[in-house]
C-alpha cells in the first residue's frame, strides 16, 4: 500500500466533510433564528445555491467505499504476521488460611517472625501478543509477557499452533524476541518494519492484537503524542501515545501505519479495567537498535558518557543564558567519564550529539545508549555564549560506576546516603537511598522530592543504591510499590504508595 493512496483518501475525506458541512451551513438550521430575530429561512436569498454533495450522493459513497478499502488493505495485510501468545508461570503467593478467633491468645509473637508468611504455589496464565519477524520464526513482544514463563504457546491467525522459547529480554526498553518451535515452522507470515522517527501527531494508526483473548482485533485511531517518558513502563522510554483503543491482551502487538508498517508494539495503557483512550506503544525504531542482541540472546550492549542530564526549564535556560531550543543540560559530570574526558562541563547546554538533535534529556539518554561502546562521537554543546563541538568516546555501560547511572521504573534516579550526608541532615547513623531527580511526569513526582530519602522498599530496609535497585527489579509496576520515606521538608517519615500503568 502506497502512501500516496492513504493521503489521497485522507485529502478526499477532508473535503468531502468541507463540502458537507459548507451545505449545511448554506441551508440553515430549520427554526434558527439571527441576532436580529428574524429565522434564518426568512432571510434566505431569493435564488438558491447549488447544492453540495450530501452523505446519499454517488460521490460521498464512493469516498467512503475508498476509506474502508484502505483501512481494509492495511488490516488484511498486516494481521496475518499478529500472533496470540498464551504463557504459563509457577508463582508463589500469600496462603490464604481460616483465622481462628481465639488464635492470637494462644500463638507466640514470635511465630511467624521464624517461621515465616505462609505461602502455596499456584500457575499464572496470560495472555498477549506478538509480531512474526522472519521465516526463522523469531517473533518479537513486551519482556513482561515471556518473563519468568515456564511454557509458551504461539497461535498463528491461519490456525497453526506452535510451542515457544525465549530467545532474548531487554526489561531496560520492556522488549523481548523468542522463537517458534518444531520442524513444520514455515511459510510464516510476517510483518514489516516501519521508521517511528518518521512518525506524525494526528496520523492514523491501527492496533491489532489479542485484547482479552479476542484474537485478531483490528482498533483504529491516532497518534496522540509522541516521546512520552516517566510512564513507568521501562528504563527507557520514549513512547508513541494512541487513542487507538489497546486493552490486555493487546501487549506486544504491533501499532501499523497506513503503509501496513509496524512502527511501535503495543505495551501500556491508562487505566486498571480497559481502554480509556491512552495507549502507549514502544518505538519500533528502539527495537532494531536491539534486535541483534535478543535474536542471539545476548546481552544489550549500551553506550554512556556519565553526564545527569536536566530539562531545561525556561529558569535554567534564562539562568544560564541560553536562548536556544531544546538541549539537555549537564546539571553533573562524572570523573574520570568519556564525557569528563572530552572535556564537557557541567553547566554546559548538549544540543546535538553525533548529528542529532538533542530536545530533552531523555533524548541524550537515548542517543547515548544506542551507540555502541567505543564510538566516536561529535558533541555540540553551548557554553558561555559559544558553540563548542567536542569528541568522546562512548563507554560501555555495562562498565560504569553504577551508583545513580541509570533511572529505575519510577523514573527516579538515586544515590547511597553517606555518613557524610546524614551528618549534614542532622541524622547522624541514618541510612538509605537520597533521592537526587524525579521527573515531573514521572508517576512519583506527586508523592516524593529531589532530597527525599528512601527508607525501605515493600517494607524492606533499604540501604545502599545496590540493594534498593536489587528490590525494584523484583516489582511489576503495575502493581505498585510501598516507599518508606524521609521527608526533606518536614523531617518527618512517611509511607507513599506508587504504581506505575498497567501493562495491556
Same mark, same amino acid.
Given at each position: 500500500?502506497?502512501?500516496?493512496?492513504?493521503?489521497?483518501?485522507?485529502?478526499?475525506?477532508?473535503?468531502?466533510?468541507?463540502?458537507?458541512?459548507?451545505?449545511?451551513? $448554506?441551508?440553515?438550521?430549520?427554526?434558527?433564528?439571527?441576532?436580529?430575530?428574524?429565522?434564518?429561512?426568512?432571510?434566505?436569498?431569493?435564488?438558491?445555491?447549488?447544492?453540495?454533495?450530501?452523505?446519499?450522493?454517488?460521490?460521498?459513497?464512493?469516498?467512503?467505499?475508498?476509506?474502508?478499502?484502505?483501512?481494509?488493505?492495511?488490516?488484511?495485510?498486516?494481521?496475518?504476521?499478529?500472533?496470540?501468545?498464551?504463557?504459563?508461570?509457577?508463582?508463589?503467593?500469600?496462603?490464604?488460611?481460616?483465622?481462628?478467633?481465639?488464635?492470637?491468645?494462644?500463638?507466640?509473637?514470635?511465630?511467624?517472625?521464624?517461621?515465616?508468611?505462609?505461602?502455596?504455589?499456584?500457575?499464572?496464565?496470560?495472555?498477549?501478543?506478538?509480531?512474526?519477524?522472519?521465516?526463522?520464526?523469531?517473533?518479537?513482544?513486551?519482556?513482561?509477557?515471556?518473563?519468568?514463563?515456564?511454557?509458551?504457546?504461539?497461535?498463528?491467525?491461519?490456525?497453526?499452533?506452535?510451542?515457544?522459547?525465549?530467545?532474548?529480554?531487554?526489561?531496560?526498553?520492556?522488549?523481548?524476541?523468542?522463537?517458534?518451535?518444531?520442524?513444520?515452522?514455515?511459510?510464516?507470515?510476517?510483518?514489516?518494519?516501519?521508521?517511528?522517527?518518521?512518525?506524525?501527531?494526528?496520523?492514523?494508526?491501527?492496533?491489532?492484537?489479542?485484547?482479552?483473548?479476542?484474537?485478531?482485533?483490528?482498533?483504529?485511531?491516532?497518534?496522540?503524542?509522541? $516521546?512520552?517518558?516517566?510512564?513507568?513502563?521501562?528504563?527507557?522510554?520514549?513512547?508513541?501515545?494512541?487513542?487507538?483503543?489497546?486493552?490486555?491482551?493487546?501487549?506486544?502487538?504491533?501499532?501499523?501505519?497506513?503503509?501496513?508498517?509496524?512502527?511501535?508494539?503495543?505495551?501500556?495503557?491508562?487505566?486498571?479495567?480497559?481502554?480509556?483512550?491512552?495507549?502507549?506503544?514502544?518505538?519500533?525504531?528502539?527495537?532494531?537498535?536491539?534486535?541483534?542482541?535478543?535474536?542471539?540472546?545476548?546481552?544489550?550492549?549500551? $553506550?554512556?558518557?556519565?553526564?545527569?542530564?536536566?530539562?531545561?526549564?525556561?529558569?535554567?535556560?534564562?539562568?544560564?543564558?541560553?536562548?536556544?531550543?531544546?538541549?539537555?543540560?549537564?546539571?553533573?559530570?562524572?570523573?574520570?567519564?568519556?564525557?569528563?574526558?572530552?572535556?564537557?562541563?557541567?553547566?554546559?547546554?548538549?544540543?546535538?550529539?553525533?548529528?542529532?538533535?538533542?530536545?530533552?534529556?531523555?533524548?541524550?539518554?537515548?542517543?547515548?545508549?544506542?551507540?555502541?561502546?567505543?564510538?566516536?562521537?561529535?558533541?555540540?554543546?553551548?557554553?558561555?555564549?559559544?558553540?563548542?563541538?567536542?569528541?568522546?568516546?562512548?563507554?560501555?555501560?555495562?562498565?560504569?560506576?553504577?551508583?545513580?547511572?541509570?533511572?529505575?521504573?519510577?523514573?527516579?534516579?538515586?544515590?547511597?546516603?553517606?555518613?557524610?550526608?546524614?551528618?549534614?541532615?542532622?541524622?547522624?547513623?541514618?541510612?538509605?537511598?537520597?533521592?537526587?531527580?524525579?521527573?515531573?511526569?514521572?508517576?512519583?513526582?506527586?508523592?516524593?522530592?529531589?532530597?527525599?530519602?528512601?527508607?525501605?522498599?515493600?517494607?524492606?530496609?533499604?540501604?545502599?543504591?545496590?540493594?534498593?535497585?536489587?528490590?525494584?527489579?523484583?516489582?511489576?509496576?503495575?502493581?505498585?510499590?510501598?516507599?518508606?520515606?524521609?521527608?526533606?521538608?518536614?523531617?518527618?517519615?512517611?509511607?507513599?504508595?506508587?504504581?506505575?500503568?498497567?501493562?495491556?
Amino acid at each position: 500500500m502506497r502512501r500516496g493512496l492513504s493521503v489521497t483518501a485522507l485529502v478526499l475525506a477532508g473535503m468531502g466533510a468541507g463540502l458537507f458541512v459548507s451545505g449545511a451551513l $448554506g441551508r440553515g438550521v430549520p427554526g434558527a433564528r439571527t441576532a436580529e430575530g428574524a429565522t434564518a429561512a426568512a432571510r434566505a436569498p431569493a435564488v438558491e445555491a447549488e447544492k453540495a454533495p450530501t452523505p446519499e450522493t454517488p460521490e460521498m459513497r464512493d469516498l467512503a467505499r475508498k476509506l474502508d478499502s484502505l483501512f481494509e488493505a492495511v488490516a488484511t495485510n498486516a494481521s496475518p504476521g499478529v500472533v496470540l501468545i498464551e504463557t504459563e508461570s509457577t508463582v508463589r503467593v500469600p496462603a490464604m488460611r481460616f483465622q481462628n478467633p481465639f488464635e492470637d491468645f494462644f500463638r507466640s509473637p514470635f511465630d511467624e517472625q521464624f517461621s515465616g508468611p505462609q505461602e502455596r504455589q499456584m500457575t499464572r496464565r496470560a495472555l498477549g501478543s506478538g509480531c512474526i519477524l522472519d521465516q526463522e520464526g523469531y517473533v518479537v513482544t513486551n519482556n513482561h509477557m515471556v518473563k519468568g514463563a515456564d511454557t509458551m504457546t504461539v497461535k498463528l491467525p491461519d490456525g497453526r499452533s506452535f510451542s515457544a522459547k525465549t530467545a532474548g529480554t531487554d526489561d531496560k526498553t520492556d522488549l523481548a524476541v523468542i522463537k517458534l518451535q518444531g520442524s513444520d515452522v514455515k511459510d510464516l507470515p510476517t510483518v514489516t518494519l516501519g521508521d517511528s522517527d518518521k512518525v506524525n501527531i494526528g496520523q492514523w494508526v491501527l492496533a491489532i492484537g489479542n485484547p482479552f483473548g479476542l484474537r485478531h482485533t483490528v482498533s483504529a485511531g491516532i497518534i496522540s503524542a509522541t $516521546g512520552r517518558t516517566g510512564i513507568g513502563v521501562a528504563q527507557y522510554e520514549s513512547l508513541i501515545q494512541t487513542d487507538a483503543a489497546i486493552n490486555p491482551g493487546n501487549s506486544g502487538g504491533p501499532l501499523v501505519n497506513l503503509d501496513g508498517e509496524v512502527i511501535g508494539i503495543n505495551t501500556a495503557i491508562v487505566g486498571r479495567t480497559g481502554n480509556v483512550g491512552i495507549g502507549f506503544a514502544i518505538p519500533i525504531n528502539m527495537f532494531k537498535q536491539i534486535r541483534e542482541y535478543l535474536v542471539e540472546g545476548k546481552a544489550v550492549v549500551r $553506550g554512556y558518557l556519565g553526564i545527569f542530564p536536566a530539562d531545561l526549564t525556561p529558569e535554567l535556560a534564562k539562568a544560564f543564558h541560553y536562548e536556544g531550543k531544546g538541549g539537555a543540560l549537564a546539571q553533573e559530570v562524572m570523573a574520570d567519564s568519556p564525557a569528563g574526558k572530552a572535556g564537557v562541563q557541567e553547566g554546559d547546554v548538549i544540543v546535538e550529539f553525533n548529528g542529532h538533535k538533542i530536545q530533552d534529556a531523555n533524548a541524550l539518554r537515548e542517543r547515548v545508549a544506542a551507540t555502541k561502546p567505543g564510538t566516536e562521537a561529535q558533541v555540540k554543546v553551548w557554553r558561555e555564549g559559544k558553540e563548542l563541538t567536542l569528541t568522546v568516546t562512548t563507554g560501555d555501560l555495562a562498565s560504569a560506576p553504577k551508583e545513580g547511572i541509570e533511572r529505575d521504573w519510577l523514573g527516579l534516579r538515586v544515590q547511597t546516603l553517606t555518613p557524610d550526608m546524614a551528618r549534614q541532615m542532622g541524622r547522624p547513623g541514618l541510612e538509605g537511598v537520597v533521592i537526587a531527580d524525579v521527573p515531573d511526569n514521572s508517576p512519583a513526582a506527586q508523592y516524593v522530592s529531589a532530597g527525599d530519602v528512601i527508607l525501605s522498599v515493600n517494607r524492606q530496609r533499604v540501604m545502599n543504591v545496590a540493594q534498593y535497585k536489587g528490590l525494584m527489579a523484583k516489582i511489576e509496576p503495575a502493581a505498585g510499590v510501598l516507599l518508606r520515606v524521609l521527608d526533606s521538608q518536614t523531617g518527618r517519615t512517611r509511607f507513599a504508595f506508587v504504581r506505575g500503568n498497567p501493562a495491556p
